[in-house]
Antibody, heavy 119, light 110 residues
């Protein structure tokens, strides 16, 4: 059974860079036909797609976040990562990693991790 | 990109059927058959319920069905049960090669 787990260093201060890693177990991140994505959800609000990456390193991002987002992949560790720069309180959210199928649906999700931006 | 439009809330009695709409444009919902639906219970990760407009993943109840007409996709839950009370989100691929989620709908079982 495929499992995804987000991890990160905890609270982030305004203007700093948020960094999260998603570790995939029970399957290879290098399997073709799948992208790997990040989605976030501010407290009490809806879902927002951040961006996705293929195991080859090909990425696509939400235009509203593109200038601040970098998603990378480490196939040797079966992990992919998110970096969001110049964060503000508006970036406080539960961040999820998920597997994206060829039809752009997310079929496996991590449990999510709350990242708080606060001084 | 703008979020797809969903009603804020929909309610129904046990056993009834309800339908949640998801309205976009010809650049997203209307242009592709890549519409998905997710169920999210409080404090939990979203769960994929429908993909490619009308396909159910293995293990999802056949009480859930999806359809699309023009720029509007719909999720129908038949035989409503207490466990169906949750938030529901649609999503679509877009002509900009991005993804967009809907605004979300809270389903209440009366």
């Amino acid at each position: 059974q495929l499992q995804l787990q987000e991890s990160g260093p905890g609270p982030v201060k305004p203007s700093e860079t948020l960094s999260l890693t998603c570790t995939v177990s029970g399957g290879s991140i290098s399997r073709s036909s799948y992208y790997w994505g990040w989605i976030r959800q501010p407290p009490g609000k809806g879902l927002e797609w951040i961006g996705s990456i293929y195991y080859s390193g090909s990425t696509y991002y939400n235009p509203s976040l593109k200038s601040r987002v970098t998603i990378s992949v480490d196939t040797s560790k079966n992990q992919f990562s998110l970096k969001l720069s110049s964060v503000t309180a508006a970036d406080t959210a539960v961040y999820y990693c998920a597997r994206e199928s060829s039809s752009s649906s997310f079929d496996y999700w991590g449990q999510g991790t709350l990242v708080t931006v606060s001084s | 990109q703008s979020a797809l439009t969903q009603p804020a809330s929909v309610s129904g009695s046990p056993g009834q059927s309800i339908t949640i709409s998801c309205t976009g444009t010809s650049s997203d919902v209307g242009g592709y058959n890549y519409v998905s639906w997710y169920q999210q219970h409080p404090g939990k990760a979203p769960k994929l319920m429908i993909y490619d407009v009308s396909n159910r993943p293995s293990g999802v109840s056949n009480r859930f069905s999806g359809s699309k007409s023009g720029n509007t996709a719909s999720l129908t839950i038949s035989g409503l049960q207490a466990e169906d009370e949750a938030d529901y989100y649609c999503s679509s691929y877009t002509s900009s090669s991005t993804l967009v989620f809907g605004t979300g709908t809270k389903v209440t079982v009366l």
